[in-house]
Structures are given as structure tokens and as C-alpha cells.
């Protein structure tokens, strides 16, 4: 099922949203989600090779969000930490069975509309009008 990477992406750049113009380091992200700071990093990773966050190393340094938050929609970022679809993996049902032949290809269908439908409904908010929630 689902992990909790989305969330994590999320919080990282709403942070570097409310502190747009600062460099804020990693330990300080993983104080604000309470997590381990190599958690933090390993999303940051793939959020910088997205093109979304800028890491400036030294002592001055830290992260900053690059993209405007108003580019970034919440269905991409979904799609973009997340390898897996919404509602899960497949089974490995006996292919001799008359059902169980069929299950995974009606499965990955279902699977495919469902993140879809997410997607979609991720898509009609920005990073922007996420952030703007919350004070």
C-alpha cells in the first residue's frame, strides 16, 4: 500500500515554500517532520534531480526551493516520489484457475483508473495553494 514518501515530499517543500529566500538545512526539515535526516535526504535527492529544490553546501549553505511554487502541481509531485500505484501490488494467482488467470490484468486496470482519478484530483492544486493552508 501506500507509503508515507508523498507526505514527506510535501512537507519538505511547504517548508522551503514558508522559508522561500533562506537556506534551511536537512536536520532542520527532519526536526519539523520528526524523522531521521537521512530520511530527508533520500527525498531531497530525487526532488533536486527534479529540478525543484537547490542545495547550496558550506557553512551558509542549505536547501531553498527553486521552482515556483505555483509550477509544482501536487499530482506530478505524487507521481514523481511515488513507484508504486495507490492501492498496491498484484497477487500471484494460479494460472490454471479461470479466475485467477484473469485477475491481475482486471487488477491493473482497476489500478491504473484509481491513480489516475488521483492524479487528476491532485493536479487541480498547486504546491502554492497547498501552503496557503497552513499559517
Known amino acids: 500500500m501506500n507509503n508515507l514518501r508523498f507526505a514527506t515530499a510535501v512537507h519538505i517543500l511547504v517548508l522551503l515554500d514558508k522559508?522561500?529566500?533562506e537556506f534551511i538545512?536537512?536536520?532542520?526539515i527532519a526536526g519539523s517532520i520528526n524523522v531521521n535526516p537521512v530520511v530527508v535526504r533520500r527525498e531531497l535527492k530525487v526532488l533536486r534531480e527534479a529540478g525543484l529544490v537547490l542545495s547550496k553546501k558550506g557553512k551558509e549553505g542549505g536547501l531553498s526551493l527553486l521552482k515556483d511554487?505555483?509550477?509544482i502541481h501536487m499530482g506530478e509531485l505524487y507521481k514523481l516520489v511515488n513507484q508504486e500505484n495507490t492501492l498496491?501490488?498484484?497477487n500471484h494467482p494460479n494460472?490454471?484457475?479461470p479466475i485467477g488467470k484473469q485477475m491481475n490484468s482486471k487488477l491493473q486496470s482497476l489500478f491504473y483508473q484509481a491513480d489516475n482519478a488521483l492524479i487528476l484530483t491532485l493536479n487541480k492544486q498547486s504546491l502554492a495553494d497547498f501552503a496557503a493552508q497552513i499559517v
Open 19 to 21: 522559508f522561500r529566500g
Open 95 to 97: 494460472p490454471a484457475c
Open 69 to 71: 511554487p505555483t509550477c
Open 25 to 28: 538545512t536537512s536536520e532542520f
Open 88 to 90: 498496491g501490488r498484484m
